[in-house]
């Protein structure tokens, strides 16, 4: 077994499954999702750190959901490197999503405080 509380092994594992690059694209979950941002490149991100690409990939759990606390204690198999754009995008879209989650509980527990129909 690997001790994966070491970083440095961890994130050479998991950019080893994608030979350095962004592992953002249509079939890997945690990736951005976004078609839109990978158009040229048939919906894959090629991003990869080097000459001119001075940004690492950041390694973060598949699931955008992961508390810290836990995200910590994760291997490889549930991680994903993503780069800066893609993490972004990514980003942006969770927190997209937990907000809408929020109103619909507020919209829920207000039906539930001022039940009109028991008037
Ligand atoms: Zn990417
Ligand atoms: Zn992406």
Redesign the pocket.
Known sequence: MHDYSDLDSRYAAVTARTDGA?G?GPDSPG??G?RK??ARTASS?TYRPGAGRPEPLVVVPIDPDTPLAVAAGLGPDDLIALCRA?YT?RTNAAAARAAARHAERLAAAQTSIFDFDAA
């Open positions: 962004c953002c990736g951005c976004s941002a990978h991100c893609c995008t």
